[in-house]
């Protein structure tokens, strides 16, 4: 099946540096990769819908400058969190859907990457 | 807009009782539907979706899913739930003129009791 892979799992950052999230399709290329992030006992909510080669859509609320999201190939998009505080950590969430019949087809998840900002 | 209720935070049902998931969604036309299961720490595994034909869909792990028009529900089920089904369950939908937005429901614990 498809396999979707995060990379860090769990990452510890001081307040005030970055860190970067990597999202790969291991078996599959994907268009379209989306981050959500998730608050403890909370649903998933969508940052970003992120497109191989252009620049990612982001939702509402959610600080392009802050959140820096690149989809560089057809299975590898980085979510890069700049100048992270306290209040950034939550579990971190990609999903990415296979190139395909329209939108039929279901997103495959990561793992998700557990951050915490101290 | 587009909106997925899962009206249960928790439910507990004994091993070996059937068990009911609930989820109700509005959208505008027809809908995709999914429902995910996540484990603690871990990400979302898809476990079934209806898309068109049978209002029933089979899924994995032996969940189904019933596809209500009228009643705009997408109750899951199993006939017979086990220990390791405990879990966060979410549901989702994606209206079929969007693109590839999926607006998810805020999850009901389901916690088998042995």
């Known amino acids: 099946g498809a396999v979707v892979s995060q990379h860090p799992s769990r990452v510890i950052c001081k307040s005030g540096t970055s860190v970067k999230i990597e999202c790969r399709s291991l078996d599959f290329q994907a268009t379209t990769m989306f981050w959500y992030r998730q608050f403890p006992k909370q649903s998933l909510m969508l940052m970003a819908t992120?497109?191989?080669?252009?620049?990612?859509?982001?939702e509402q609320g959610v600080e392009k400058d802050k959140f820096l999201i690149n989809h560089a190939s057809l299975t590898l998009s980085t979510l890069t969190v700049t100048s992270a505080h306290p209040e950034d950590s939550s579990f971190y969430i990609c999903?990415?859907?296979?190139?395909?019949?329209?939108?039929?087809?279901?997103?495959?998840f990561g793992p998700g990457t557990r951050l915490t900002v101290t | 807009a587009q909106s997925v209720a899962q009206p249960e935070d928790q439910v507990n049902v004994a091993e070996g009782n059937p068990l009911t998931v609930k989820c109700t969604y509005s959208v505008s036309g027809n809908p995709y539907l999914f429902w995910y299961v996540q484990y603690p720490n871990r990400g979302l595994q898809f476990l079934l979706k209806y898309i068109t034909g049978d209002n029933l869909v089979k899924g994995s792990y032996g969940f189904e899913a019933e596809f209500n028009k009228s009643q705009t529900s997408f109750h899951l089920k199993k006939p017979s739930a086990l220990v390791s089904d405990s879990a966060l369950y979410f549901c989702?939908?994606?209206?079929?003129?969007?693109?590839?937005?999926?607006?998810f429901g805020k999850g009901t614990r389901l916690h088998i009791l042995p």
């Open positions: 989702a939908v994606r209206a079929t003129y969007r693109d590839d937005k999926i607006i």
């Open positions: 992120s497109n191989e080669g252009s620049k990612a859509t982001y």
């Open positions: 999903s990415a859907r296979p190139r395909g019949p329209g939108l039929a087809s279901e997103q495959y």
